[in-house]
Structure formats: C-alpha cells, structure tokens
C-alpha cells in the first residue's frame, strides 16, 4: 500500500487548506483512512479518521468543528478540508491506512504517507 499525501502549505491564521490522500496498492475494500501531524517540539498525534465501509468520522477533539475529513471512494482518496486554521496548527500531516477497517488506534495505522507541511501564520 502506498499513500500520497499534498495539499500543505502556508496559510495566515484564519485561512484555509484541503489536503488529500492518495491510497493504492492492495487496500482491500474496508479500510481506516486517518490523518495525524507532528508540530515542531510535539508528538504525533490523531487528527481525523474515517472508516471507508460507513463513512464514520472521528475527530481531534482540538479540530471539532474546524476540520472535516471526506472520502472519494472511487479514487481512494481521502481529504482533510481544514479551516479557521490557527498557529497551534502548524505541522506536517501525515495520512495513514488501518487496515483492519474498524479501529482508529494510531497503533492500528501500519501505512503511513510522507507527510506534508502546512505553516500557519500569525
């Protein structure tokens, strides 16, 4: 499975960014789709996830009402719309795949994309 994410940037605060996540490779059709980041000085941690079979979402509690994670199920790609973006934002976001289709454990994740940047200004 390999996975490609783009879409980061730099965006003053306020503003906003969509990144999507390519998936490919033998995925299976039930999957995980999550998005984590690691800012400067921080662990990575879990952003957004979505359950490919449903469409269940789970949200950071940090980017409630912020973020939105989607699926295009016909191109195996996933996408964090992520608005009213703040300085705390800034990190590289990185997408992973959980293939067991159910979990959003980061620990679950075992396929993980080369991460993207995004800077918020201030």
């Known amino acids: 499975v390999q996975l490609q994410a783009s879409g980061g940037g730099l965006v003053q605060a306020g503003g906003s960014l969509r990144l999507s996540c390519a998936a490919s490779?033998?995925?299976?059709?039930?999957?995980?789709m999550g998005w984590f980041r690691q800012g400067p000085g921080k662990e990575r941690e879990f952003v957004a996830g979505i359950r490919w079979r449903g469409g269940a979402t789970q949200y950071a509690d940090s980017v409630k009402g912020r973020f939105a994670i989607s699926r295009d199920n016909a191109k195996n790609t996933v996408f964090l719309q992520m608005n009213s973006l703040t300085p705390e934002d800034t990190a590289v976001y990185y997408c992973?795949?959980?293939?067991?289709?159910?979990?959003?454990?980061?620990?679950?994740?075992?396929?993980w994309g080369q991460g993207t940047q995004v800077t918020v200004s201030s």
């Open positions: 992973a795949l959980n293939p067991d289709g159910i979990s959003m454990i980061p620990s679950r994740f075992i396929y």
């Open positions: 490779g033998r995925t299976g059709t039930s999957y995980v």
